[in-house]
């Protein structure tokens, strides 16, 4: 089992930057894809981004492609999500997630088979 924890959410002015840390316990995630997605009140979850075993491959959604960053730190067992120029619309609960049946970057939620319990980012206007 692979645990999840989240941190470094809160609340930001628009234009303003946040990093986010996803640690993991249980096993090593080092040939895990990782993910991070976010819900916004009375929306459905949506892929934010992605990182391979290799932290060359990365994939990002449209919305945040050029504004925000993914990487992983494998000896810490950590994956981030660096954020930039956030806007009110990137208010959500964003979640990590990990994949132990692919090592490539992927949007697909159902590839995911563990999930922390997400951290609150608020980005006022």
């Known amino acids: 089992q692979v645990q999840l924890v989240e941190s470094g959410g809160g609340l930001v002015q628009a234009g303003g930057s946040l990093r986010l840390s996803c640690t993991a316990s249980?096993?090593?995630?080092?040939?895990?894809?990782m993910g991070w997605f976010r819900q916004a009140p009375g929306k459905e979850r949506e892929f934010v981004a992605s990182?391979?075993?290799?932290?060359?491959?990365?994939l990002y959604a449209d919305s945040v492609k050029g504004r925000f960053t993914v990487s992983r730190d494998n000896a810490k067992n950590t994956v981030y999500l660096q954020m930039n120029s956030l806007t009110p619309g990137d208010t959500a609960v964003y979640y990590c997630?990990?994949?132990?049946?692919?090592?490539?970057?992927?949007?697909?939620?159902?590839?995911?088979?563990?999930w922390g319990q997400g951290t609150q980012v608020t980005v006022s206007s």
């Open positions: 997630a990990a994949s132990s049946r692919i090592n490539w970057p992927t949007m697909t939620r159902t590839s995911y088979d563990y």
């Open positions: 249980g096993r090593t995630i080092n040939n895990y894809a």
């Open positions: 990182i391979g075993w290799s932290a060359s491959y990365t």
